[in-house]
């Protein structure tokens, strides 16, 4: 099976996936986009079986999009924050377009891709312009309808903004984000990192579709 992974970062949602498809019996091979290279770098280095290129996953995605089974595009959409527009005023920040790029890629997806797919984003400090499946602080664009609760986890990370934060950052993903020597703020990293337990949740559930979806079509022709 070949997954996509779009604006890899460091991989949190795709932490679990060897789990998934060990268990499910499938070859699972993982191309991740990253446009950072340092990220790109630590990337590899925690899932050196996957292919990591330093590139622009929105081009990307559109000149490649017809050789993956499943895409998972997370698209860093700060412009589109609620914590950014709250924040204008504050320290010189000036009001800014949003940025349209995930639902550039939500509709180009529904139109052109013939399998499963899943935008993740924040939800923004407007109303989506398409429908989105909100779970917890997330707004997911499918083709497939996604489970009530992602993950079971409580959310530890309510006091983000203290000094210890990328501490409790570490213990909830599982990562030591002091390894990166970038120029990104580490807390904005930590903070835009998918839980592991909703990205596992939300593959098992592409997968167990798209499996039905096959053994349907063998069973017809």
């Not at 213990?171 to 337990?197: M, P, S, W």
Request: charged share 25%.
């Amino acid at each position: 099976m070949k997954v996509l992974n779009l604006y890899a970062c460091l991989g949190g949602n795709r932490y679990k996936w060897d789990e998934v498809a060990e268990e499910a019996g499938i070859d699972l091979q993982v191309t991740a986009v990253e446009l950072d290279p340092e990220l790109a770098k630590l990337y590899q280095e925690r899932f050196p079986n996957d292919t990591v290129i330093v590139a622009d996953a929105h081009q990307y995605l559109l000149d490649h999009y017809k050789e993956f089974d499943f895409i998972w595009s997370s698209p860093p959409c700060p412009l589109n924050s609620r914590a950014r527009f709250w924040a204008i005023g504050a320290n010189g920040k000036q009001p800014a377009y949003p940025s349209l790029i995930l639902y550039q890629e939500a509709i180009f997806l529904e139109h052109h891709f013939k399998s499963k797919y899943v935008i993740e984003n924040v939800i923004p400090y407007y109303e989506p312009l398409i429908q989105a499946q909100k779970r917890g602080r997330h707004l997911y664009w499918s083709n497939f309808t996604l489970p009530n609760v992602l993950s079971e986890r409580r959310d530890q990370l309510r006091n983000e903004g203290n000094s210890e934060s990328i501490g409790m950052y570490n213990d909830f993903h599982d990562y030591d984000f002091t390894k990166y020597k970038g120029e990104q703020l580490l807390l904005k990293i930590a903070r835009n990192l998918v839980d592991y337990e909703a990205g596992r949740t939300i593959f098992e559930t592409a997968l167990g579709i798209i499996r039905k979806q096959d053994t349907t079509q063998t069973e017809l022709f």
